[in-house]
């Protein structure tokens, strides 16, 4: 594969999400939770997959098709993980949820291997074998904003932490953002099929949705660092600004 700059500064961003993975991975480790275990993986897998995805033309011509099931395989494995993680907490309790995660991790993964026998692989709409896996963006980003209100309400009572309020509420920032781009390389997609297109690099390398991505990344990281990063002035300055005031 060829690299070209600027366009490939852009490869920082699986590099620096990796950086952050290990640092869940280590936390995962000292508490044996699994929510960071799998945030951890999706931060992993996907900044990856998306990489690969948008640049599969660079590749030569007879890796094209082992580049795009790679890259189906990794953002499969998000979709997997965030199913997991969407059941386990908010949902851990609910029998519908943990069969909605187990059974659509295992339909996800069966979705992946189908591609092989049906050929999907050989063209660009092996892109459309990725819809059942972006239902996972959304079941988190409607969780994490229902879950925000919940602890909203509760917060003006003085009954929650404002920290962890914040924390859904950026939770939903950065899932929802996600689900813009998904849905908007799902029609760019869909559009170039409609013309008789191949709609290479998942809809995503349309130039279109690539600005727009480029412009949403920035809520993103943003949202992703105040959830897993952020400084403890920001954390002080959230229970400051919650604390009841008197008079």
């Known amino acids: 594969m060829r690299f070209e700059f600027p366009a490939d500064i852009g490869l920082l961003v699986p590099i620096l999400m990796s950086m952050l993975s290990l640092r869940l991975f280590r936390l995962a480790a000292r508490t044996r939770r699994l929510p960071e275990l799998l945030v951890g993986a999706y931060f992993v897998v996907v900044p990856f997959a998306i990489s690969l995805a948008i640049r599969v033309e660079r590749f030569d011509p007879g890796d094209a098709a082992a580049v795009r099931a790679t890259s189906n395989a990794l953002f499969t494995l998000g ?32 979705v992946w291997v189908a591609g092989f026998p049906a050929g999907a692989y050989q063209d660009g709409s092996s892109y459309f074998l990725l819809l059942p896996a972006y239902v996972s963006y959304f079941w988190v980003f409607f969780e994490s904003l229902r879950y925000y209100g919940l602890l909203r309400r509760r917060q003006r009572l003085g ?16 899932t929802g953002s996600v689900a813009v781009i998904t849905v908007l390389g799902m029609v760019s997609a869909g559009v170039q099929l ?19 991505t480029r412009l949403l990344a920035v809520p993103i990281a943003l949202s992703i660092w105040l959830t897993f990063l952020a400084p403890s002035r920001y954390h ?12």
């Open 194 to 212: 409609a013309h008789g297109s191949t709609p290479e690099g998942a809809g995503l390398a349309n130039p279109l949705v690539l600005g727009l």
């Open 79 to 110: 979709g997997v993980a965030l199913l997991l993680f969407a059941w386990c907490v908010f949902r851990r309790d609910a029998f519908w949820a943990k069969a909605l995660a187990l059974a659509g991790s295992a339909g996800l993964a069966a």
């Open 159 to 174: 009954l929650a932490d404002p920290v962890l309020t914040n924390r859904f509420l950026l939770f939903a920032i950065w």
């Open 236 to 247: 002080a300055w959230l229970r400051g600004s919650a604390a009841p005031h008197p008079g």
